[in-house]
């Protein structure tokens, strides 16, 4: 995320990445300084990429998917406290209705 790759023109991608957030977010990688670009999703052969292929407004043409965030695995809470934390002061009484009761 956040790469600057400079005259960067086409993506290709090999298979679906597992999002429409993902890819949405690979393609952007290009045409950020002409402001055109190419973005090309090359299948694989597994069911989820195939059906894709037939019904491309599924990628086009909805809103990314919505972020899942398992508070009670203590591995993902810490890194997500720790990328907040870098962010802004953490204030338990009000993010831990964000973070779980765990967060403190």
């Known amino acids: 995320l ?6 960067l023109d086409v993506t290709i991608h090999l298979g679906f990445p597992g999002s429409v957030a993902s890819l949405r977010q690979q393609s952007g990688r290009a ?3 002409q402001g055109e670009s190419l973005s090309l999703l090359l299948a694989f052969e597994g069911p989820l990429d195939q059906h894709l292929m037939r019904h491309p407004e599924q990628l086009f043409g909805r809103s990314v998917e919505s972020v899942q965030l398992d508070v009670h695995n ?3 809470l810490q890194q997500h406290l720790t990328c907040a934390a870098a962010e802004a002061p953490l204030l338990p009484h009000m993010d831990a209705p964000f973070f779980g009761p765990r967060m403190g």
């Open 2 to 7: 956040g790469v600057d790759v400079g005259g």
């Open 31 to 33: 045409g950020r300084r």
């Open 74 to 76: 203590l591995d993902v």
